[in-house]
């Protein structure tokens, strides 16, 4: 059938199953919001406040639903403002397409208005991206930028398309969407028997779990594994989830904001094996001081990342949960039965465990004062562990990622490798509207909430029933401290003007607002928005001491 180039790209979505789509409109992109209007049955459109926030919506969906997250903007600054939620997605292997929508091929390259090379700008932060000029090649296009985006290591993929590309006319013809064949990974049955072997060796082994466990679904077979034969398991900020944080086996996260036991396990270990990981300064220090005289593993489905930071006694490319399901039973095939033994070595980790003496919500007298970690405890305690909790970037990152048993993988959704502040809310934005049944909690420092209040409003209009939790301390604590520690405590542009109402802003923009200063007041905020039938937004300022 005859179809312009708006209404093949809302076609393609429609192939794609694409349920959510995240934008803001301009000039070029009208003739597609036109064909959403008219053709885009069974995908809801939500406008966000800013472009940045759509960008960050769609990687928040991603992460919460494992399906690609889309988002839709105009050219120039519409395009450009996509940028660091790119970045983002792009750090953190998020599986984003999107769509931008440029000046006609004829204004190209003249510094027409609005007009801006997107795909120049964001090739060193996109798994690919494309450029298309000519109708013939649209559909095609946008089918491989989600093919993309999905397979091996997933990432965001661009796809900018001339203004007339989108009003022309061309022959569309529907395709099916075929589920991807299983990739097959040279030496990979080998290589599981190298690390057998290992394992039977050890004495002091080691998993090391990144965000790859989580990406490839491997949890069930991750804690299959380490259940039965008694590994004990350090989590990277990414991977927090893939394994059960009540499991007997966890040892919390390592790296540099990470548990003493963590710490431990990775310092004195005798075998280390990381997997979906990629050895990231934060785990293992600029100087690799967490990391001791072991041998390595690496398991990674980017081979690029395999020996880029640390050099690997073995080195796999391979998806995290077919190798998991591979080790376990060549591991039980090669011990003919007699299972290794690591409890000394657990033991010994455990019982540095109970020394990192973590904060706990429960017990606690009504009149505690709050802290950025009785806030974190407190909230997980009450939302559960069927929550989705999405975080910003500082001192409120650190205490949610710590202070919270995530027990399900993808109920810790944070920006880990960019650091990105202002991620959170878009973000959360975009789990709930992924996932409806669950509640979404962000937890945010208020430098963060400063960054991206006004996506409330996207929320509340959208009928999202996000929980905020601002962190109100007045300062942009974690750069704070820097300053404190490294520069003699001399203080520049870190301390807040603390006398902004963030309660009344965010009544202002009709969300509901919860002032607390004690466990008493939090834990009676969070219950009235945790039950609300309503699809109320909630703001719950914690003022911390």
Same mark, same amino acid.
């Given at each position: ?62 992460? $919460?639903? *494992? %399906?690609? =997250?889309?988002? &839709? +903007? ?5 395009? #450009?403002?996509? @940028? ?65 985006? $999905?397979? *091996? %290591?997933? =990432?965001?993929? &661009? +796809? ?5 590309? #989108?009003?022309? @006319? ?8 075929a589920a991807s064949a299983e990739q097959e990974y040279p030496g990979f049955t080998s290589a599981v028997g190298r690390i057998a072997t290992a394992f039977i060796h050890a004495k002091r082994p080691v998993i090391v779990a990144g965000g790859g ?27 927090? =989830? ?100 690591y409890k000394k070595w657990m033991k010994s980790l455990t019982e540095t465990e109970a020394s990192d003496a973590y904060i706990t919500g429960r017990g606690l007298p009504d009149d505690t004062l709050l802290t950025g970690d009785i806030v974190a ?169």
């Amino acid at each position: 059938m005859q179809l312009t180039g708006a209404q093949i790209i809302i076609e393609c979505l429609k192939e794609q199953r694409t349920q959510t789509l995240f934008g803001y409109p301009g000039g070029t992109v009208l003739s597609v919001y036109d064909a959403l209007r008219e053709r885009g049955d069974g995908i809801r459109h939500i406008l966000t406040t800013h472009e940045q926030g759509a960008a960050h919506a769609a990687d928040g969906y991603a992460r $919460a639903t *494992g %399906r690609t =997250g889309v988002c &839709l +903007v105009t050219s120039g600054p519409g395009a #450009t403002n996509l @940028v660091t939620g790119i970045a983002t997605a792009y750090m953190d292997s998020s599986p984003v397409v999107a769509i931008t929508i440029n000046v006609p091929v004829g204004s190209l390259g003249r510094d027409s208005f609005q007009e801006i090379d997107i795909a120049g700008i964001t090739m060193p932060v996109t798994k690919h991206n494309f450029i298309v000029k000519d109708i013939s090649q649209l559909a095609d296009v946008i089918r491989r930028a989600f093919r993309v985006a $999905a397979s *091996g %290591r997933p =990432g965001p993929v &661009l +796809v900018d398309i001339a203004r007339d590309v #989108t009003e022309n @006319v061309f022959e569309y013809e529907p395709v099916t969407v075929a589920a991807s064949a299983e990739q097959e990974y040279p030496g990979f049955t080998s290589a599981v028997g190298r690390i057998a072997t290992a394992f039977i060796h050890a004495k002091r082994p080691v998993i090391v779990a990144g965000g790859g466990c989580i990406r490839s679904g491997a949890g069930e077979s991750l804690s299959g594994f380490v259940k039965e034969f008694g590994i004990p398991v350090v989590d990277t900020m990414m991977g927090r =989830g893939a394994i059960p944080g009540s499991s007997p086996c966890s040892l919390g996260m390592g790296g540099e904001y990470g548990t003493r036991a963590a710490a431990r396990a990775m310092s004195e270990c005798d075998l280390m094996v990381a997997v979906g990981c990629r050895f990231s300064d934060r785990l293992t220090g600029e100087n690799c001081e967490f990391l001791g005289k072991c041998k390595i593993v690496h398991i990674d489905i980017d081979k690029a990342e395999l020996n880029k930071n640390v050099c690997a006694d073995i080195a796999l490319q391979a998806d995290a949960d077919r190798f998991f399901k591979a080790i376990r039973a060549t591991l039980k095939k090669r011990s003919a039965g007699k299972t290794p033994d690591y409890k000394k070595w657990m033991k010994s980790l455990t019982e540095t465990e109970a020394s990192d003496a973590y904060i706990t919500g429960r017990g606690l007298p009504d009149d505690t004062l709050l802290t950025g970690d009785i806030v974190a405890k407190v909230a997980g305690e009450e939302a559960g562990s069927e929550a989705i909790f999405v975080t910003e970037v500082g001192e409120c990152q650190i205490s949610a990622v710590n202070a919270i048993s995530y027990e399900r993988p993808g109920s810790l959704i944070t920006s880990g490798g960019l650091g990105t502040m202002g991620f959170g809310l878009g973000a959360a934005i975009g789990a709930k509207a992924g996932c409806p049944g669950r509640k979404v909690i962000n937890f945010a420092g208020d430098g963060s909430f400063r960054m991206n209040m006004a996506e409330i409003m996207t929320a509340v209009t959208n009928e999202l029933p996000v929980i905020e939790i601002v962190f109100d301390n007045g300062i942009l604590g974690m750069v704070h401290t820097m300053q404190k520690e490294r520069f003699g405590g001399r203080y520049v542009a870190t301390e807040l003007d603390d006398t902004f109402d963030y309660v009344g802003l965010a009544r202002a923009m009709k969300a509901r607002a919860h002032d607390c200063r004690d466990v008493k007041e939090l834990r009676a905020a969070l219950r009235e928005a945790l039950k609300d039938k309503k699809p109320d937004v909630h703001v719950i300022v914690c003022h911390l001491t």
